[in-house]
């Protein structure tokens, strides 16, 4: 059902395909385990995500030598060796694009930016973060931003 | 990838990426295949156990009654018991799975013992006969009520038992309730776990 999400949750973490693949597996592993623990207080799907997102986030804070050079979405300076300005001229490249800028967020960043672009609301992303809907909101601005720049004004979603 | 998606949209982009499918570990889904049997096992026993020790003990006093009401609701609270260790076997007791049994097998296997125990769970009262025990109980339990009421003293010889009898009730429909939800919920886990794996 989640398997695709969880999928494109898991290259949000890791670009490696082997690591990405154990990743994956973990993530299953821990769904799996921790299944008879859900209480229903939330929607299946946000349960999904902040398991799935706790143990990729645990797997990013492990690999210390990519944890020093994360940052908050507010630091972020847009992708080096890229014109933000220019649009991409194939999906592959515009995923590339959207792929380093994810890779370069801290954990909660990229919780909530893979939240977003899986298409979920602020409420929903705040359950799976622990944030306030309030404050979600501001973040998901930001990266709304950010994505315009970096893809031109015409998206993302361009309010 | 389909070339239609628009180039500027990160949500779409991002959502239509070519993704690869995750099996489930195959030994993952044995242990946990091999720890419900396991569970289901110990449960059977219990039930089992508690079966015939209801049997012989009612079987026993029901050779020491006098009176014939009591000594017929005595013999129907022993064939209660043996009935239960029939239905836990046939119920509760888990089969064998091979052990070359493939990830679908595992997962048929998996799927028909859990709804095979929810079934004997939301039919427990028919399948475990219990109507037949209240019936048994009451034809022990009334006679004597009935002798008693000239001496209310006597009458006290019976609150022991309706006590244990409203503690039983009072507790018997929450678990069975519990239960339910659980193995539902082990279903729903399941059915989970299918769609990741095709």
Sequence with gaps: MYGPS???LARAYELD????????????LQLWRSFAHFDQRCSLRTWVYRVAHNVAARHTIRQRRIRSRLVAIEHLDLLSGSDPGELAVSQNQALERVSMLIQRLNPLDRQIIVSYLEGMDAASIAGITGLSPANVAMKVHRIKNVLRRLFGEGGPHAE | MPSEYPMNDPQTIWQNQPTEPLKMPENELRRKVRQRQA?????ALVSIALGLIVCVFFAWTCARAHELLPRLGLGLLSLCGLNFVYQAYRWIWPRNLGPDATVNVSLQFYRSELERQRDYASHIWRRAGLSFCLLGLAMVVVPGVIHSLKSPRLLMNFVPVLVLLAIWLAVFFPIRKRKLHNLQQHLDELNLLEKDNR
């Design chain 2, 39 to 43: 569970k289901a096992r110990i449960q």
């Design chain 1, 17 to 28: 395909p082997d690591a990405r693949r154990d990743l994956l597996q973990e993530i299953h």
């Design chain 1, 6 to 8: 969880l999928d494109r």
